[in-house]
């Protein structure tokens, strides 16, 4: 038995060890491009020219763009220097079609300076839009004093059904990058992620590639949206410009196309956001060293995942065990689970909070010894008896309890109170839950172990498939911190000494003639 055991964690370890080394490899073929080596098939920048370049935004309603009709212009910047960070904020009129609940795009050009983008032949251009499709977040009340007078005048006057439509929202920031190093890039061997970003052209006997814009989507957080309404005339845009390495360039393309993956897989606005904000708020240093505290994090959870279902499936009696936090941490888990449910959490959250209380149920059925008895189609539960040992822990545990109330029960009823005078919540159903809401008792004895468009006007289908590297990426990446460190409010919150931190839109166009 024991060897079998031996074997079957030497085997999870093993694969640990090689997911993390396949995971090293594939960041290392991204972040790394290997250059030109020699003079006859390479492909040179053509910002080593050092052209005057200029930077125009322009806002549209239509998402293909033919000539310089109906099109707005909104941000100039002459004189552009690709080295030079900045943002600026802009207002941005909102057209009649985009306040009811239709698109605005944003065609992001970068030209010669003193030339029109649309007559310049060696111009390019993405386009991004502006506005997203979001159901609205009910709004919060204090459960005592209940709606303003505003907000009730705002609900009679919204239809019933308004809170389960999708409507357009704004979204107020724009990232731009320009590619900056004077890299070489081998005509035989270009990175496919970086291809499509690309527009070449032909200067006497030399193929040069124009300089690679690319809009940061990663940027666009849902906490930053703004819902459009049919009165809003204008809305503030940020547009903030900053210069990128190869690398990192590759590195956000592959994050921005799995991302955009998950979307296409069903993944809601609100998912999607969670794993946005794993690169967007951290270090890509920092995050480097996040995976591998991760990773360990999940192999240890996972051996601790494992010795806990084997200690409980072994378990035959409850001898110096307490049933009362069995049963405490078994409430704790669901109400958390029901929250999650309620509020529509992402499912990187939901599933593991699901399993962790269809087990927390489980172990409740085993600490209670009981069996359910079908008699015809009337389930008849059945409780198994307790031993003079068992009676015996369940009078030291009747004691602790007693004891612990005295400090339990004024802090809850105490917590109850504040939350109730001063947090605002949906509706009285499922206010939030503080951290810690179930018990923490201790057991009376220790526990066992942008699609490419073609050009102006022309554009081109998005792919529905990624790279595996992509994907890879994402996984070790994303997920692993998401499970692993993301959400310690809600372990912090199932009671009990073992942690339970399992694991359970747009992308922008490139508008150029891709191809040498």
């Not at 172990?363 to 189609?377: F, Q």
Request: aromatic share 12%.
């Amino acid at each position: 038995m024991w060897i079998g055991r031996s074997s079957f964690t030497s085997l999870v370890v093993g694969v640990f060890v090689v997911y993390v080394v396949h995971t090293c490899w594939v960041m290392y073929g991204i972040v790394y491009t290997r250059p030109c080596s020699g003079d006859g098939n390479c492909i040179q920048p053509y910002l080593a020219r050092r052209p005057k370049l200029q930077l125009s935004v322009y806002t549209t309603t239509r998402s293909s763009l033919g000539a310089e009709n109906h099109v707005d212009l909104v941000l100039n910047v002459e004189d552009f220097d690709v080295e030079s960070k900045f943002e600026r904020t802009v207002n941005v009129s909102v057209p009649k079609k985009t306040r009811n609940n239709g698109t605005l795009y944003a065609y992001v050009f970068l030209h010669h300076a003193g030339v029109l983008p649309w007559r310049d032949g060696k111009q390019v251009h993405l386009v991004s839009p502006l506005t997203t499709y979001m159901v609205p977040k009910p709004e919060e009340v204090n459960l005592l004093t209940g709606e303003s007078a505003t907000q009730q005048v705002e609900a009679e006057k919204r239809p019933s059904n308004a809170l389960d439509e999708p409507v357009s929202h704004w979204r107020p920031r724009l990232t731009l990058n320009v590619m900056v190093d004077d890299f070489v890039f081998d005509g035989a061997a270009l990175p496919a992620d970086v291809h499509r970003y690309m527009k070449m052209v032909q200067l006497g006997k030399t193929v040069h590639y124009l300089p690679i814009l690319f809009i940061d989507q990663l940027s666009n957080r849902v906490k930053d949206l703004m819902v459009i309404n049919r009165s809003t005339a204008e809305l503030p845009l940020t547009v903030s410009y900053d210069k990128i390495s190869l690398g990192r360039l590759r590195f956000w393309i592959h994050m921005q196309d799995a991302v955009y993956s998950l979307q296409q897989l069903g993944f809601s606005e609100k998912d999607a956001d969670e794993v946005k904000g794993i690169f967007v708020d951290t270090n890509l240093y920092f995050l480097a060293l996040t995976f591998f505290v991760a990773a360990f994090h999940l192999l240890f959870d996972f051996l601790a995942f494992k010795n806990d279902i084997s200690f409980w499936k072994k378990k035959k009696t409850m001898i110096g065990m307490s049933t009362k936090a069995v049963l405490w941490r078994c409430f704790s888990t669901v109400v958390i689970f029901l929250f999650l449910l309620d509020e529509q959490t992402s499912l990187l959250v939901l599933v593991p909070a699901g399993i962790g209380a269809a087990i927390e149920l489980w172990k409740v059925k085993k600490a209670l010894k009981m069996s359910v008895v079908w008699r015809g189609l009337r389930p008849a539960f059945q409780f198994g008896s307790s031993s003079e040992s068992e009676r015996k822990t369940e009078e030291y545990d009747t004691q602790a309890m007693t004891l612990l109330s005295y400090l339990l029960y004024p802090l809850c009823v105490g917590g109850a109170v504040y939350s109730l005078l001063n947090v605002k919540y949906k509706r009285w159903d499922f206010p939030p839950l503080p951290a810690g809401v179930g018990p923490r008792r201790p057991a009376l004895s220790p526990r066992g172990p942008s699609t490419p468009a073609v050009g102006l006007g022309q554009t081109r289908a998005v792919p529905s498939s990624w790279s595996p590297e992509a994907w890879v990426s994402l996984t070790a990446l994303g997920w692993g911190r998401q499970w692993g460190h993301g959400h310690r409010a809600y372990r912090s919150a199932l009671a009990g000494p073992w942690p339970r931190g399992r694991p359970g839109d747009s992308r922008g166009r490139v508008g150029m003639r891709g191809g040498g």
